[in-house]
């Protein structure tokens, strides 16, 4: 059977993307581990409920074993379902409780770093597993892939709004060799809601995707890159490196599912289909 020309798209970087991902959850597993706190990408659970460093612990040991998981091909499969079950409980048990209790910038962003590693994972199981992984077979379904680009989609959007709603600090990331600070902060606000819509609704939700990855990415190259290599990096520094590098792979896996698709039309994920590389 000849596989669909959207693998055919995949078939050299998607070993790099996994392996990307791989490396970037077993490095969060391991930090959470030697430093017994919840890594960053996992906060938002209130001060108050107890347990706490039994919740990081657990935290960097879904990270570590889903990371790790990832490297072979024969547990790949776990691997991904285990972190997509988990990163949907988060979502369902942190994430909305806290906009619910708090409808604030930091909690929406939150939501919007929680949904952008739960559509990448979901796209990791669906490479990893084709028609033969251990969830339903509802995961892998066109609804699914809707139901994930859509909170993608939404995730997107305080992502834009915090570039407004904190102005100034927005305008003192951009690099000081750029012309127009104001400008950009506006434009790389703007440019986010605008995908999150694109995204939400399927509307160029190709291009969309593809320059969300490319904005990310290049935050995280042009802001934090001299940073860590000339700069003098604070802890806070550290944790803002960290979200920023975990969404730029994240963000660069899921832009990869959209090969194939249209790029001003319709579209949705790859898992749409349910096609795997292995089962083509």
């Known amino acids: 059977m000849n596989r669909p020309h959207l693998f055919r798209d995949l078939s050299r970087t998607r070993p790099i993307l996994q392996t990307a991902f791989a490396l970037t959850m077993i490095a969060l597993g391991v930090t959470g581990m030697l430093k017994a706190a919840v890594p960053t990408i996992w906060n938002g659970v209130p001060r108050q409920v107890p347990g706490q460093q039994g919740i990081a612990y657990l935290c960097a040991g879904v990270s570590l074993a889903s990371g790790a998981g990832l490297?072979?091909?024969?547990?790949?499969?776990?691997?991904?379902?285990?972190?997509?079950?988990?990163?949907?409980?988060?979502?369902?048990?942190?994430?909305?409780?806290?906009?619910?209790?708090?409808?604030?910038?930091?909690?929406?962003?939150?939501?919007?770093?929680?949904?952008?590693?739960?559509?990448?994972?979901?796209?990791?199981?669906?490479?990893?597993?084709?028609?033969?992984?251990?969830?339903?077979?509802?995961?892998?379904?066109?609804?699914?892939?809707?139901?994930?680009?859509?909170?993608?989609?939404?995730?997107?959007?305080?992502?834009?709004?915090?570039?407004?709603?904190?102005?100034?600090?927005?305008?003192?990331?951009?690099?000081?060799?750029?012309?127009?600070?104001?400008?950009?902060?506006?434009?790389?606000?703007?440019?986010?809601?605008?995908?999150?819509?694109?995204?939400?609704?399927?509307?160029?939700?190709?291009?969309?995707?593809?320059?969300?990855?490319?904005?990310?990415?290049?935050?995280?190259?042009?802001?934090?890159?001299?940073?860590?290599l000339i700069g003098r990096p604070t802890q806070s520094d550290w944790q803002e490196i960290i979200v920023s590098w975990v969404l730029t792979v994240a963000a660069t896996i899921v832009a990869s599912s959209y090969h194939g698709a249209t790029w001003l039309g319709v579209s949705w994920p790859a898992h749409r289909s349910g096609y795997s590389p292995d089962a083509a």
């Open 71 to 228: 490297l072979w091909r024969r547990t790949a499969r776990f691997a991904t379902a285990l972190l997509l079950l988990y990163l949907l409980l988060w979502l369902l048990a942190v994430r909305v409780p806290d906009i619910a209790m708090a409808p604030t910038s930091s909690s929406w962003w939150g939501f919007g770093e929680t949904a952008a590693l739960l559509e990448a994972g979901w796209v990791l199981y669906v490479w990893s597993s084709g028609a033969r992984g251990p969830l339903p077979r509802f995961v892998r379904s066109e609804p699914a892939a809707r139901i994930t680009a859509g909170l993608y989609g939404l995730g997107l959007i305080p992502f834009g709004i915090a570039h407004f709603t904190y102005f100034d600090r927005t305008v003192s990331m951009v690099p000081a060799w750029l012309p127009w600070h104001s400008a950009f902060a506006v434009l790389t606000g703007g440019a986010f809601i605008a995908a999150g819509v694109s995204v939400l609704s399927g509307v160029g939700a190709r291009l969309a995707a593809a320059l969300t990855a490319w904005q990310i990415g290049l935050f995280t190259l042009l802001v934090w890159g001299p940073v860590v």
